[in-house]
């Protein structure tokens, strides 16, 4: 992870700067202007990692500047991140001074959510044993956390290997799982506006919606309230999992999901060949009338988007507006953008999320 430039007095200009990207890259395809959302202007990463950097005996939190793995950034405290992880840095870096939690640990991750939950990473370069437990789990205790050591081979919980989230969404407040090392977003403020965006241009329908990328439902949740019935995928095991969970503890029922990628998914509708995972799944059964995605930053295949054409209504949510841009112009000839939005997930960078809903023309 990069340490960005925070300055808090060029925030208003770097949005305006965004949006004028983005809108430059949607003109193309006459595009309205975008619905922009900002974000806090610090405290609004729930989650970062650091680097531990050695200077004589002391040991710092670090991080860099893209493109110079050489010269760290020391730090004390991390602005842009949550209050709660703030806390914790000062408190954690004291129980450095203890042997059995200090000796070669490399890099510290902290994983926390608007809900108030946390939970940390140690990454060691050195086997974990009984003592490390029994230091982990004081220190858990003292701190409120739950403790995750990962060192080459070994992968030892102290709690749970997770945390617990709430957004509401159009009053309906849901709750998810997000499992240590699976992604999740970053921006809790703007994941709920993006969710509320999401749900309303959706709208609400009686057919069927078919969502590709779905991670541990963080879409899915909101959006299966809006629609008779879905169909989701997903290619990682733990995310599968946590969505899951996630379905079952926010009493979600007229949700499918399956462990396919985007492609799988795409070969299984054209009768490409079959798939033992969509085994007892009626992929004619659906009246599918929307498509929403949220692919990773390389954007659809060039199959996936010609699957996408059989769609009256795309809902595209995207990390990188280039591939969006992309993606658009191989669906321009059938489809158009009737709405769209810029969600600034990643203040003072060059990152944006967002958002677009195509049409049948």
Sequence with gaps: MSLPHFDPSHYDAQLA????????LLAPFAAPEPE?????????RLRAEFRLWREGEARHYAMFDPGDKRKPILLDDFPIASERINDLMPRLKAAWENAALGFKLFQVEFLTTLAGDALITLCYHHP?????QTAAERLAAELGVS???RSRGQRLVVGRDYVEEELEVAGRRFRYRQPEGAFTQPNGVVCRKMLNWAHDVLGERDDDLLELYCGN?????????????????????????AALTNLESNGVDNVTLVRLSAEEL?????????????AGVDLKGYDFGSLFVDPPRAGMDPDTC??????????????NPETLAANIARLHDTHRVVRCALFDQFPYTHHMESGVLLERR
């Design 17 to 24: 700067d965004k949006q004028a990207r983005l809108s430059g």
């Design 36 to 44: 922009v959302f900002d974000s806090p202007r610090e405290h609004y």
């Design 128 to 132: 974990l044993d009984a003592f490390w």
């Design 147 to 149: 403790i995750v050591g």
């Design 217 to 241: 439902g963080n879409f899915t949740l909101p959006l299966a309230t809006r629609v008779r019935r879905v169909l989701a995928t997903e290619i990682s095991k733990t995310s599968v999992n």
């Design 266 to 278: 795409t070969q299984a509708l054209n009768e490409v060949r079959p798939f033992r995972r969509l």
């Design 306 to 319: 010609e699957l996408a054409r059989r769609f009256g209504r795309i809902l595209y949510i995207s990390c």
